[in-house]
Nanobody, 122 residues
Framework: QVQLVESGGGSVQAGGSLRLSCAASGRTVSSYNMGWFRQAPGKGREFVAAISWRNRNTYYADSVQGRFTISRDNPKNTLYLEMNSLKFEDTAVYYC???????????????WGQGTQVTVSS
């Protein structure tokens, strides 16, 4: 079993930055692909970014490409999401997840955190 706990969310003005963290416990996540998803009110869960366990290749949604950076620190069992140039439409609950197959599909991730709220004011 893997437990994931997100932190670092908050309120920020448009154009600002936030750094989300996701601490894993219970089992090392070094052999899992890790991803960030988000869900805005009234919308479905949306892929944001992912990072491969094998070669640390990264994958991004078009909407965040060039503004967000995903990274992982395997010895610390921690995943990060650096978010810059935030926009109002980035407002959502952000979830981290661990999985072993598809990067983009939420159903491919077996473990999820409880989420952290990010609110961007325009």
């Amino acid at each position: 079993q893997v437990q994931l706990v997100e932190s670092g969310g908050g309120s920020v003005q448009a154009g600002g930055s936030l750094r989300l963290s996701c601490a894993a416990s219970g089992r090392t996540v070094s052999s899992y692909n890790m991803g960030w998803f988000r869900q805005a009110p009234g919308k479905g869960r949306e892929f944001v970014a992912a990072i491969s366990w094998r070669n640390r290749n990264t994958y991004y949604a078009d909407s965040v490409q060039g503004r967000f950076t995903i990274s992982r620190d395997n010895p610390k069992n921690t995943l990060y999401l650096e978010m810059n140039s935030l926009k109002f439409e980035d407002t959502a609950v952000y979830y981290c997840a661990a999985g072993t197959s598809s990067y983009y599909n939420a159903s491919a991730y077996a473990y999820w955190g409880q989420g952290t709220q990010v609110t961007v004011s325009s």
